[in-house]
């Protein structure tokens, strides 16, 4: 549970440690289950749904080719992500993405912060000064179907044997207790570095956390999404060999949006 304001909490659920039973099947490919997490879908409107993210890189690709850490502006791969990719998506699939408000807050520090504190700065919960959070006149937030991981779905990812700073990520108690440590590949994630415009935060393939240039590396790209808020899982039991199917309930309406997504045959999601 996490307070983000001065009477509002929020509970989100997360998939940790090695090997968590996360798998699911999703435009005929294998993607995994971050968590469930009560999602703005960029109206104001609350809904607890499922994020997955893709098990393996789609290929090497720069964050941006203009050298710009704005991923609203929009960042070249911002645009890719939600036209050709998408659109390379098969349509049921594509029928159970929902809008999502992405936040875009970064740090400039990374060498110094925990996962925690990682969550507050992406959602400028934290209090402090607006400029450690986005450079110059950068926007907070950018409402889309794709993303790239938070720095902090990476962080939370590891178990809790695992204390480091997130550019302590490469010890090995941390790498061999994340399940998204998986590729071992320099990955690129969505957070900006706040005091210079061209980097963003990525993953090394060593573990750690830090930053490096938008536009001059070729990084490997796992898009993230939020599934609509009436996504359900159908079958299967989340491990490598039998994982999750997801069906849409097109008959459904809003009024179970703020009720937790998950379906009566599916484990607790561990946080």
């Given at each position: ?7 509002e ?5 997360r998939?940790?440690g090695a090997n968590p039973k996360n798998?699911?099947?999703?435009n005929?490919?294998t993607?995994?289950i ?13 809904e607890?749904?499922i994020k ?5 890189s789609?290929?090497?690709?720069k ?7 704005n ?14 990719y998408?659109n ?6 594509k029928s159970?993405?929902g809008?999502?408000k992405?936040y875009l807050?970064g740090?400039?520090?990374p060498?110094?912060?925990?996962k925690d504190v990682?969550y507050?700065?992406e959602r400028?919960?934290k209090?402090t000064?607006?400029?450690?959070f986005?450079?110059g006149?950068n ?12 720095a902090s779905d ?8 695992c ?5 302590s990520y ?6 061999s207790?994340?399940?998204l440590?998986?590729?071992k590949k320099n990955?690129?994630?969505?957070p900006?570095r706040?005091n210079?415009?061209g980097?963003?935060?990525?993953i090394?393939?060593d573990?750690?956390v830090?930053?490096?240039?938008a ?6 790209v796992r ?13 299967g ?6 994982p999750?199917k997801?069906?849409l309930d097109k ?8 009720k937790p997504?998950l379906a ?5 999601v561990y946080?």
């Amino acid at each position: 549970t996490l307070q983000i304001g001065a009477t509002e909490d929020i509970t989100e659920y997360r998939y940790r440690g090695a090997n968590p039973k996360n798998y699911v099947t999703f435009n005929g490919e294998t993607w995994r289950i971050i968590g469930v997490f009560p999602t703005d879908d960029g109206t104001g409107k609350i809904e607890n749904r499922i994020k997955i993210v893709k098990d393996q890189s789609i290929g090497n690709k720069k964050w941006d080719t203009s050298q710009s850490n704005n991923w609203a502006r929009p960042a070249t791969l911002n645009t890719e992500l939600n036209t050709t990719y998408l659109n390379s998506l098969d349509s049921t699939s594509k029928s159970m993405i929902g809008n999502t408000k992405y936040y875009l807050g970064g740090y400039n520090r990374p060498l110094q912060i925990q996962k925690d504190v990682m969550y507050q700065y992406e959602r400028k919960i934290k209090n402090t000064t607006s400029n450690e959070f986005y450079y110059g006149t950068n926007p907070n937030n950018l409402v889309g179907k794709l993303g790239l991981m938070y720095a902090s779905d990476y962080g939370y990812a590891a178990s809790d044997t695992c204390t480091s700073n997130l550019s302590s990520y490469n010890d090995e108690t941390c790498t061999s207790n994340n399940w998204l440590y998986n590729i071992k590949k320099n990955e690129w994630l969505l957070p900006q570095r706040s005091n210079y415009s061209g980097d963003v935060f990525n993953i090394d393939a060593d573990g750690l956390v830090g930053f490096n240039s938008a536009s001059n590396n070729n990084y490997a790209v796992r898009p993230t999404l939020y599934l609509k808020y009436n996504v359900q899982i159908s079958s299967g039991d989340g491990t490598s060999s039998n994982p999750y199917k997801f069906t849409l309930d097109k008959n459904e309406d809003n009024s179970n949006a703020n009720k937790p997504v998950l379906a009566s045959n599916m484990i607790p999601v561990y946080y």
